[in-house]
């Protein structure tokens, strides 16, 4: 039996094994969640082993570990595949949204929902799914194998690229492989050739020194919450268009091809809005949505609070309002450049009586990858033998900041082969996967390792 | 001995008494304290009667109850005083910056720190005391007395309107006496005449219909906080002026008479400064600082919430933002009127993808007393005697919107005859009450009491 084969009798295990994953909250965010996490990393390295790979290990970094495995019995001429995924993800809150709880996986239809089901267990596990079907019959992989399985993605990585510079020997490989992203829909694969970097930070505003009473001070005392709404109003304009000085200054301008490509891709605006649960679009007008999502820089605020946010009133003048933004960025910004300018900024615009501390929480690089190389025509193949048609080759706006790292550290490119739908609810209440793209998606892993060696 | 003697010598049972009626949290807004409302109550009234009042009873509203005693001893032909105040409390969060339990009264120097120390348990209690001195004494007050405590203050006073409209009859006196606002400074006593109004409102911005990962829809889907951010920014300019159309319509202007009176009011900027907290002013230019503290509107936005607010990062474009707005008013706008204005104006301006719902959640009308009357020449002399200086006339930022019921309701004026010191950090943490001004309090109050069968 060829292992595609295999793989496509042990579908059902393929779920069974999935759900008890999903099982486990491992939500890097939140401390009470600490060993949860711990307990993830133990679990898919028990997996790793019992799918054929003679090495695994949990390999502790000063946050939460890094899960390392590798499989090389394809021998030194047989080119070596390094497999990135990451096994903790998002807070579930607001858990009330939920139809169906976050940590208990449900089936409905051909959908699996749960935290983690798409973003990025269920992705991830496609490729150990990959490695068991070839230990089950042919014995080995075509092609040597390592795993790179962090538990910190959702929390900005701030471990993974230190641990990839003194681990570079060991992680040394010709092509990288990634499943953490979406397809355009069921039937119709891509692959991601660009990715948004990111710039998160946290602002604080301070006003008077304690909290006032807003009847006695109110009128004459700068209001922080008052002040930071004002601020905050400057970054960008109603259209969408940032306004901090300087921010534009590195984006490498859209080529006419890129957006010739671009205005090809199937996008249904009505079925886009129904997936985006809105009315209507919205942002810079000189752009299509689709390049707005995926190749124009953002600014969203993510959460913002300060003073009484309880039920009934409260007529406080508080002493401190905040707010957390992140930015998307398109190559070739400067993550940590673009904290200054931000930060720059809203010190210049803070009006008298309102101090303001920002805090640079997370920053990661955009990246963009050739689309002409040979481990990437031997993904469009794969895709083409998994999903019977060639995949559309698209930018993503989310981001992937380990992409760039494996550039600037490891040299290698990486194949963005995800499995993800636009719809799946990441980072949101209701997350799910869509298990026939799962399937489908380790068929594709499959042949793609079973090319690999001959293009 | 005479009431003022008596009430001298008997200062320490004041405090005590005080400190009791201080443990109680008795905190309006929150579900938790509704049987502490209720004992607040309870306590009172049987002080009441303990101090001299031959009828004392808690009366039941559809909120929290209103304590209401009975003193006519005097006569139908000795004028009728009605002393109205409020035995609730503000929250006390945020817990943290509080130095001392504010509900665990804590002596230092000649101040007393718990919360309602000063608004409003402390000043309502300096009318019980003056009551006892007489009944101690010379056995009655020598005018009628009447007391409405009410529970609800901190919340909006949604009973109290209604409670003296079907309860005219009950309440019917010549004159109101409330003691819930604050003099200049200990040596310095004031009156007020003038109350600003208050209008709150909650507004609810919703964008997508559920949480979204903004690295997937950021860019062309509005978020609610940055168009929250925008809304808010466009209610006021950066001077502090307020551009919701319509708001100034019904402004009575300050005459120059007013403002020649209102610049010779004693005012140091740098202890005021020193007192709120703060480097600086802010606000409209065109007004002083004591204008615009109680002569002029204003807008606080008194809380702000939306998407994650935990520690670490999220990257969610949240489904709603939410904030609380307060604007005080001052004669003769009208509450809901300016309910209505923010409402249009916000919706007005909500961009595309973005639905707004504000609900009204509290109303009030400012209200302005004559200086010229009989009783409020009683109040000045009851000053004289109790502090040895003149009062000044000033006006008051807060609100106390029974000023207005009672004028439209029982057709009586008010005299504001205040304890507090402007430091006292009402609504805020460590909020506290200097014992010497409640002390010469019950002296005014007694000696108002004495004065007022006579002007």
Redesign the interface.
């Known amino acids: 039996m060829k292992p595609a084969e295999y793989a496509r009798q042990h579908q059902d295990d393929f779920l069974a094994e999935l759900q008890e994953f999903l099982r486990i909250p491992s939500v890097s965010?939140?401390a009470e969640h600490r060993d949860d996490v711990a307990h993830a990393a133990d679990w898919l390295k028990a997996r790793l082993l019992e799918a054929g790979f003679p090495h695994a290990e949990v390999m502790a970094t000063p946050g939460h570990p890094i899960v390392y495995a590798e499989w090389l019995a394809a021998g030194p001429d047989a080119p070596t595949v390094l497999i990135y995924g990451h096994y903790d993800v998002?807070?579930a809150?607001?858990l009330e949204?939920w139809k169906t709880p976050p940590f208990e996986p449900t089936l409905a239809g051909d959908d699996l929902f749960a935290r983690g089901a798409s973003d990025d267990k269920g992705q991830l596990y496609v490729h150990v799914k990959a490695a068991e079907a070839f230990h089950k019959n042919s014995g080995r992989p075509p092609v040597n194998l390592k795993c790179l399985f962090e538990g910190e993605e959702?929390?900005?990585s701030p471990n993974l690229a230190p641990f990839i510079r003194q681990n570079a020997a060991l992680l040394a490989a010709d092509v990288a492989l990634i499943s953490d992203s979406?397809i355009l829909g069921p039937d119709a694969p891509a692959i991601v050739y660009a990715l948004?970097g990111?710039c998160?930070v946290q602002v604080e505003v301070t006003?008077?020194?304690?909290?006032?009473?807003?009847?006695?001070?109110?009128?004459?005392?700068?209001?922080p919450?008052?002040a930071?709404?004002?601020m905050?109003?400057q970054l960008?304009n109603?259209s969408?268009e940032i306004t901090i000085p300087g921010f534009h200054d590195r984006v490498r301008p859209l080529t006419e091809d890129e957006r010739a490509k671009m205005a090809r891709l199937p996008f249904e605006r009505e079925q886009w809005l129904k997936e985006?649960?809105?009315?209507?679009?919205?942002?810079?007008q000189a752009y299509t949505?689709i390049e707005?999502?995926s190749a124009?820089?953002?600014?969203?605020?993510?959460?913002?609070?300060?003073?009484?946010?309880?039920?009934?009133?409260?007529?406080?003048?508080?002493?401190k309002?905040?707010?957390?933004i992140?930015m998307?960025l398109v190559p070739d910004q400067e993550p940590d450049e673009i904290a200054q300018l931000i930060t720059d900024y809203l010190t210049a615009i803070a009006?008298?009586?309102i101090s303001v501390k920002v805090d640079y929480?997370?920053g990661g690089y955009g990246a963009m990858v050739r689309r002409d190389s040979p481990a990437m025509r031997a993904a469009v193949s794969a895709y083409e033998a998994g999903y019977g048609v060639t995949p559309f080759f698209m930018r993503e706006?989310?981001?992937i900041p380990v992409v760039a790292t494996f550039q600037k550290v490891l040299g290698i490119e990486t194949i963005l082969m995800g499995f993800g739908l636009?719809d799946d609810?990441?980072?949101?209440?209701?997350e799910k996967v869509h298990l026939p793209n799962l399937y489908q998606g380790v068929q594709t892993a499959i042949r793609f390792m079973e090319l690999l060696p001959s293009v």
Chains 1, 2 share one sequence.
């Open positions: 965010t939140q998002q807070p809150e607001p949204l959702e929390i900005g979406h948004r990111m998160y006003g008077p020194a304690q909290d006032l009473h807003s009847g006695s001070y109110g009128g004459a005392v700068n209001n919450i008052n930071l709404t004002r905050l109003a960008q109603e969408g985006a649960h809105v009315t209507t679009d919205w942002g810079e949505i707005r999502l124009r820089p953002t600014l969203d605020i993510n959460g913002i609070w300060g003073g009484y946010t309880e039920p009934g009133v409260k007529t406080v003048l508080p002493s309002a905040y707010a957390k992140s998307r009006p008298p009586g929480l997370q706006g989310g981001s636009p609810n990441l980072h949101a209440p209701n």
